[in-house]
């Protein structure tokens, strides 16, 4: 069973920055596509970013692009979401995923999520 935790949420003034970790179980991380996406409360889940096994190929949703890096770390089971210029409108709960195809992306294994507040 393929376990996937994230952290690093928590609550930072509009402008701010925070990074999310999450760790995926399994010994062969490095062939799935991983994902972030979040759900602000009376809002459906929305994608975020994509990363494919090759750190080179990523995809963002518009409203983060330019703001937003994923980043994997292989050796760790690791990916990253660096987020920069936070805005009230990005306040929502993460969730990362593992997936098995990368565009478009479609997963198989959740995190449980972890919350991001900003405020303005």
């Known amino acids: 069973q393929v376990q996937v935790v994230e952290s690093g949420g928590g609550l930072v003034q509009a402008g701010g920055s925070l990074r999310l970790s999450c760790v995926a179980s399994?010994?062969?991380?490095?062939?799935?596509?991983m994902a972030w996406f979040r759900q602000a409360p009376g809002k459906e889940r929305e994608f975020v970013a994509a990363?494919?096994?090759?750190?080179?190929?990523?995809n963002y949703t518009d409203s983060v692009k330019g703001r937003f890096t994923i980043s994997r770390d292989n050796a760790k089971n690791t990916v990253y979401l660096q987020m920069n210029s936070l805005k009230p409108e990005d306040t929502a709960v993460y969730y990362c995923a593992r997936g098995v195809e990368y565009l478009p992306f479609k997963p198989n294994y959740w995190g449980q999520g972890t919350q991001v507040t900003v405020s303005s």
């Open positions: 399994g010994r062969t991380f490095i062939a799935y596509p």
């Open positions: 990363i494919g096994w090759s750190a080179g190929n990523t």
